[in-house]
């Protein structure tokens, strides 16, 4: 079974738009995190936020927050007022920390930002 | 913040030679170093686990005598490619993470290699 599931391979939003990004996980490993990371077409990977299995509240950082549903296994990406920088591959990621910390990561999104 | 230095940026290089790339971890110390390497429009896919002072652990299918791997201090990793051909070309990206447990992989800025 797939570890980390991106179903969007591409999308589009109107700059100053919100987007979501999807990515569901599977794990049985009570501790794990949760990343998400920017690829732009330099292809250097940038951490955007990072949430952990544990973590009572969404985390946040600026214009990126990630919806944490434990439940459903989903952490999804929301960026807020889009801005054509954002236009990038975007990877979901998972690292399971009792079970050999390795990251696994997912198939990638990519977002185009439309003027 | 943790910054990963990796180098060369891009190589060429002639079919049977032997590239090397190093990633370093600036301004922490990386016990563990992730080897990854992408195909066009593809994720990531993990080579190699090295870890400080011992052998590399290679994922299913990763050749370790094409991809040699060294991790000899607490902050510089190498990859070499021996004896490269066009089908090794791709992007290589290496990534470090200060202490095991859920802290973030920071990522080198990649390598593409192209095999002639």
């Known amino acids: 079974a797939q570890k980390i599931t991106q179903t969007q391979p591409g999308m589009f939003v109107q700059e100053k738009e919100a987007v979501t990004l999807d990515c569901t996980y599977d794990?049985?490993?009570?501790?794990?995190?949760l990343f998400w990371y920017k690829q732009p077409s330099s292809g250097e990977m940038i951490f955007l936020i990072y949430q952990g299995s544990y973590d009572q509240q969404n985390a946040t950082e600026g214009r990126y927050s990630l919806n944490f549903q434990k439940a459903r296994k989903s952490a999804n990406l929301v960026i807020s007022a889009s801005q054509l920088g954002d236009s990038a591959m975007y990877f979901c990621?998972?690292?399971?920390?009792?079970?050999?910390?390795?990251?696994?990561f997912g198939t990638g999104t990519s977002l185009t930002v439309i003027p | 913040g943790a910054v990963v230095s990796q180098h060369p940026s891009r190589v060429i290089c002639k079919s049977g030679t032997s590239v090397k790339i190093e990633c370093r971890s600036l301004d922490f110390q990386a016990t563990t170093m992730f080897w990854y390497r992408q195909f066009p429009k593809q994720s990531l896919m993990l080579m190699a686990t090295s870890n400080e002072g011992s052998k590399a652990t290679y994922e299913q299918g990763v050749e370790k005598d094409k991809f040699l791997i060294n991790h000899a201090s607490l902050t510089l990793s190498t990859l070499t490619v021996t004896s490269a051909h066009p089908e090794d070309s791709s992007f290589y990206i290496c990534?470090?993470?200060?202490?095991?447990?859920?802290?973030?992989?920071?990522f080198g800025a990649g390598s593409r290699l192209t095999v002639l």
């Open positions: 794990t049985s490993d009570p501790s794990y995190g």
């Open positions: 990534s470090a993470s200060m202490v095991s447990g859920a802290n973030v992989l920071t």
């Open positions: 990621a998972m690292r399971e920390v009792t079970t050999g910390n390795q990251f696994y």
